[in-house]
C-alpha cells in the first residue's frame, strides 16, 4: 500500500519553509525520504526509525509519530536548489523488525521561485 | 564505483514483444527492487528480492517477472509487451541494517507501441 503523501505541490518562493506531510494506514518500521530532479533519479534525504530518532541532510529536518503512523518533511529557509519532486518511502513493521518492501508515496512536487 | 546500472536506458517495443530491463549493482547490497513511475502516481513497486535466489511480488506485478540468480543482479522481464507497460522503470539496492538509504539507477525509459 502506498503511503499518501499531502500535498501533491507547493510553490514557495525563496527563504520560505515548507512541511510535506506522509502518512500510512500501517505500522511503520521505517521511513525515507528522497529528492528527485526532473529527468533525474531519486537522492536519498533522510531516513527515520522507530523511536523519533533521525538522519540525514543538515539543512531539511523531517519527524516521526509512531502512534499516527506519520511523518513530516521540514524545508526551512528554502533555495532553488530545493526544487524538485519529493517523496516519502515507508517500510513495514513485522514482528518487531521491516518487511523489506520500500513502497513510495504519490510525491510532493516542490517549486521554489526567486 | 559504478552504483547501480540500469541496462538499456530507452528502449521502444511493439505490442507482443518481449525484453529484459537489467540491473547490476557493485555495491554488495542484499536487497534490491523494481519501481515503474507514470505521471502523477510517484514509484510503485513492482517486485523486489531480500537476497540472491529470492524474489517477491511487490504492489503492481502482473505482466512482469523476476530473477536474482545472482547476487549483483536483478532482471525484469516483460513477456508480451502492453502499452499499459509504457513507463521510466527504476532499479533500486540497499543493504542489511538500520539507516540504510536506496541507492538508485538511472531510469530506463521504455514505450511499448
Known amino acids: 500500500q502506498q503511503p499518501v503523501q499531502s500535498p501533491q505541490a507547493v510553490i514557495l518562493r525563496e527563504g520560505e519553509d515548507a512541511v510535506i506531510n506522509c502518512s500510512s494506514s500501517?505500522?511503520?518500521?521505517?521511513v525515507h525520504w528522497y529528492r528527485q530532479k526532473h529527468g533525474e533519479a531519486p537522492v536519498f534525504l533522510m531516513i527515520?526509525?522507530?523511536?523519533?530518532e533521525q538522519k540525514g541532510h543538515e539543512k531539511i529536518s523531517a519527524s516521526f509519530n509512531e502512534k499516527k503512523q506519520q511523518s513530516s518533511l521540514y524545508l526551512t529557509a528554502s533555495q532553488l536548489s530545493y526544487s524538485g519532486t519529493y517523496f516519502c518511502?515507508?517500510?513495514?513493521?513485522?514482528?518487531?523488525?521491516?518487511?523489506?518492501?520500500?513502497?513510495f508515496g504519490k510525491g510532493t512536487l516542490l517549486t521554489v521561485n526567486p | 564505483n559504478a552504483g547501480v546500472t540500469q541496462t538499456p536506458k530507452f528502449r521502444v517495443l511493439k505490442t507482443g514483444q518481449s525484453m529484459t530491463l537489467l540491473c547490476a549493482q557493485d555495491?554488495?547490497?542484499?536487497?534490491m527492487y523494481w519501481y515503474r513511475q507514470d505521471p502523477g502516481m510517484g514509484l510503485r513497486l513492482i517486485h523486489y528480492?531480500?537476497?540472491?535466489?529470492?524474489?517477491a511480488k511487490g504492489e503492481v506485478p502482473d505482466g512482469y517477472n523476476v530473477s536474482r540468480l545472482k547476487k549483483q543482479n536483478f532482471l525484469l522481464g516483460l513477456e508480451s509487451a502492453a502499452p499499459s507497460q509504457t513507463s521510466v522503470y527504476f532499479c533500486?539496492?540497499?543493504?542489511?541494517?538500520?539507516?540504510?538509504?536506496?541507492?538508485f539507477g538511472q531510469g530506463t525509459r521504455l514505450t511499448v507501441v
Open positions: 533500486a539496492s540497499s543493504t542489511q541494517g538500520v539507516w540504510t538509504e536506496a541507492f
Open positions: 500501517k505500522a511503520l518500521y521505517s
Open positions: 527515520l526509525l522507530k523511536g523519533g
Open positions: 518511502g515507508t517500510e513495514l513493521g513485522l514482528s518487531g523488525g521491516s518487511n523489506y518492501k520500500l513502497t
Open positions: 555495491m554488495n547490497h542484499e536487497y
Open positions: 528480492s531480500v537476497g540472491e535466489g529470492t524474489t
